[in-house]
């Protein structure tokens, strides 16, 4: 699988004591299979540290998910057990895991759902009406935490390194589908350069090719529905 980190540096060697505490799943190096998403972390630590954002690119394999030499934990969505373990890990503000996991997948508890995180703390809202809301949240986010040095063996930085400038339109759309319309890279691939929206990039003239690639994903997104 391919999976992403936003940063405004290229990463070519994790260093764990690197790690942020009071994140989601604990201190740990991150990553998203989801390429928007890595792109908005890009360019939000660029304008942190007055720099282009980047886009780092790697290959995990998933086989870690299998058998039991990894420790493992894995949050298909939201739900109560997720909330109590990012509420854990978030009250955690120490060098130190509250857990022993290798590896941790789940979605995100982006912004909005922090904040409501901090009320829930302060028994502002109650958990099953915190979950409640959780149910309306539509927007795609996922996220994979390396916590260990032996879970990084899984992990392999990709030769080709993505600068947050320079992500080609191709790369970013086919991306796209694959996590919007649940299709597999090839399919993906195939669905977008058979596609009258790429055809329309093919002629310069028209302009397409100097657009933003979500506006392109977005006319693609369109003819296909």
Known sequence: MKVYHGSHVEIDEI?????????DFGLGFYVTKLLQQAEYWAARKGRENKTKGVVNEYVFRESAFIGDYYKTLRFADYSGEWLDFV??????????????????EGPVANDDIATRIL??????VSKSDFLEELKFKRDPSHQIVFCT???????????KKMDFNEITID????????????????????TYFKSKTY???LDEKNGY???????IYAMLKQELN
Not at 150 to 159: A, H, T, Y
Not at 179 to 189: I, P, R
């Open 171 to 190: 790369d970013a759309v086919v991306q796209s589908l694959v996590v919007d319309y649940n299709m597999n890279e090839d399919q993906a691939t195939k």
């Open 15 to 23: 260093d764990l004591s690197k790690s942020e505490i009071s994140r």
């Open 209 to 215: 090719s100097d657009k933003p690639w979500q506006e």
């Open 119 to 124: 009320v829930y703390l302060k028994n502002g």
């Open 87 to 104: 509420v854990k890990n978030r009250r955690n503000a120490t060098l130190n895991n509250v857990h022993d996991y290798d590896i941790v």
């Open 149 to 159: 040095q032996r879970s990084l063996r899984v992990l392999e930085k990709s030769f």
């Open 199 to 201: 055809s329309l990039l």
